[in-house]
């Protein structure tokens, strides 16, 4: 249960400039405290562009950590065509939409042709929460295999499935995490072990579920033995379903899907964050035998899930992707950043990722992963203005996902505040 | 498995106007065979406004059926609020933002003082997941007590507590439904013997969760014997959860949550559908002592849920619902309408209600329930141009939950078609 930065801490309320420990005090008071605030000092933000925040007293920050408002902050086009179908009509998909059809079709034509039906939710959570009720009834087992740290969202089910939220003791009595850190074990043989374990206490395997940028064990983007481990999981009579809610719409440069970066087709795929710039909309996209298995046991209403608004705020998100050619410049971008924090060295262990989404291993004073010196790495940074954050079990890996506009100059202001960061803290 | 209305046949797609059938063929292939059309013939539209929605060729339609634009399709304040935030900021709750602060004491300013905590999701089914959740972790117990025909949402949990998706027979191994239908029974030895049934499978009850208008159990403005089945529930270790997602934001016209009007206070309550007017907000209302309990175990964050567009959309909507007086115009538009139905007779067999959520119960031919019958008359009821659906165990009940500005006109015309609907079918 790492976090993926450093939290306030509600004891230090005392050391805040008095407006702002009067509205986290009040904010508390009425959230409750299960609810974070990242940071040591908490930030409030007024208005964003592009990849950049600004502070109710103008201070410009550079946003490298939010995946949500993917194609920019408050992107023009996607809150004109928000506003635009929010004054004319706002209802549900029982009733029938032309532009929520287009969008579909528009958006399944990204995918490989047997991934064709495309079901509307609100959030990851509820995608991945759909996706393994699909290959449950599809399949007609229930056991799930995921990845050691995996992370895919809050309901329920899928919380049973995220041992990054709930810890490897907490999973569901159906799931298997596998064994070993991604890339420091043998992917194939975990999934086996997996499966063999799931048999031994009854269990067929229903679905291997991965996150194929492997976000929160940290940042990876590519994973060998994924394509003998899918052939096990299906010979097993499991389906395969790529998690897409982080990876997916570009972020990773020369792929548009985590999937087709890592050269392996799935059977379910879901999509979230990214896909509405931060409008309420995600989606399972499946291959059409699955659909129909799920169909023949219930139909599929979710109120909000694709309504005209979410999906005016998806088209124009994808729209505004391919306009603005943000996956190639995301690509560009990405490998140049990537280079230059290497090329840091000091701290640097290691830097891996695609497109605009890295992962930076540090290591403190003794040359081992230190998670201290990472989170101060992270306040350190947050003192010069550069939001980013950490991931992986050990929580020692600098996670880098701006909003794909983070254009050259972002870049530079990046690396310029990691060499400070590292100067003053090593 | 009763539907709330009449629906599509896909075999009828030839009976269908080219264009229409047209749309709706490249419907089905990219949605799936999963997704319902409403009524025999499907409708598309393109506008709205406060209880009326318009089709592209210009026919207005009645709208007695949609409850999420509670405030009124398109209502200019609540989209003015989402277009002005959206051009600023969309971020996440893991940043300060002074307006959700405000927005959750204003919202909590509405529910008794105990109820002092307030965690924002994207749809009901998330809050009543998260519900759940809470009252398993902070009873230590996982036993879920509801009413016979309940509806809670669609995430795998809440589906296996919501006999009317999943039938009596899916139901969790945790969870027991009340044995009589809502109106016909003893809730009291209903939910005494739920409690003993699941005593002798090993389980303490969690929860009772109740949706306060019972709107699938048929619409039961009251429920005798709630406040000692809430007693006996609470004796055995269990909490009550409140499920407003249908009730609540005063569309039951005397009180602002349907808690209140059965004079009950609950432990936990969830918000959704009308929260933000169709904008994908929803919530979980809670007693301090359970938000303790669940952040020792865990901490909570939802990516999109209760961001600064969502907050925007809840507050304008909060906001109208109060200056334009819609509860006490639901009171009084609501009390006319539930008259005027009463007066028709016919196959009116009782008429319920609260504001402007009626039940109205129908009898066929025979002058007993008839769900042939009750589904004709609303496809009668659709070429009449007035929209309304069914709800109950039997689909022999009539619901009419409009849009809260239906007015006096918009009565008379719901009073006039049905008279003439009736007038058609016996």
Not at 49 to 76: C, E
Not at 84 to 108: C, I, P, W
Not at 137 to 165: F, K, M, Q, W
């Amino acid at each position: 249960m790492t976090g993926p930065t450093t939290y306030f801490d509600p004891a230090r309320l005392g050391e805040l400039p008095p407006d702002t420990a009067d509205l986290v005090r009040r904010r508390i008071a009425a959230l409750g405290p299960a609810y974070r605030l990242f940071y040591r000092e908490p930030l409030e933000f007024v208005r964003g562009n592009a990849a950049h925040l600004t502070t109710a007293d103008g201070v410009d920050y550079l946003d490298a950590y939010n995946n949500v408002p993917s194609v920019g902050h408050a992107h023009p086009r996607v809150v004109a065509a928000i506003a635009e179908q929010a004054a004319k009509l706002n209802t549900h998909t029982r009733y029938l939409d032309a532009a929520t059809v287009a969008y579909a079709e528009d958006l399944l034509g990204t995918f490989p042709p047997h991934l064709a039906n495309v079901m509307f939710t609100c959030t990851g959570s509820e995608a991945n929460d759909l996706a393994l009720k699909i290959a449950k009834i599809a399949t007609g087992a229930t056991g799930v295999i995921v990845t050691r740290n995996a992370y895919h969202g809050v309901t329920t089910e899928v919380a049973a499935v995220s041992p990054s939220l709930v810890g490897p003791a907490e999973l569901a009595p159906w799931a298997r995490a596998t064994a070993s850190p991604i890339g420091a074990g043998d992917l194939v043989a975990d999934v086996r072990a997996a499966i063999d374990d799931l048999a031994a206490a009854g269990v067929k395997p229903a679905a291997l579920l991965v996150d194929t940028v492997l976000a929160s064990d940290g940042v990876h983007p590519d994973l060998p033995g994924l394509a003998e481990a899918v052939a096990l999981v299906r010979a097993a009579g499991g389906v395969f379903i790529a998690d897409e809610v982080q990876p997916g719409f570009g972020r990773l440069g020369s792929h548009l899907w985590g999937f087709a970066q890592l050269g392996i087709d799935p059977d379910l795929v879901t999509l979230g964050k990214p896909m509405g710039n931060g409008h309420p909309i995600a989606a399972v996209v499946a291959r059409p035998e699955l659909t129909a298995a799920f169909a023949a046991r219930s139909r599929y209403f979710n109120t909000f899930g694709g309504n005209p608004v979410a999906i005016a705020a998806a088209q124009a998100t994808l729209d505004v992707l391919r306009d603005e050619g943000l996956p190639t410049h995301a690509h560009r971008v990405g490998t140049r950043l990537r280079e230059g924090i290497a090329a840091l060295g000091g701290p640097v262990a290691a830097v891996r990722g695609a497109g605009l989404f890295l992962g930076v291993d540090l290591v403190g004073a003794e040359g081992t992963p230190d998670e201290a010196f990472t989170l101060d790495v992270v306040d350190a940074m947050r003192r010069r203005h550069v939001l980013l954050a950490t991931a992986g079990e050990t929580n020692t890996t600098l996670k880098i996902r701006p909003p794909l506009p983070f254009d050259d100059a972002d870049a530079d202001r990046l690396l310029d505040a990691l060499a400070q960061s590292f100067a003053e803290l090593t």
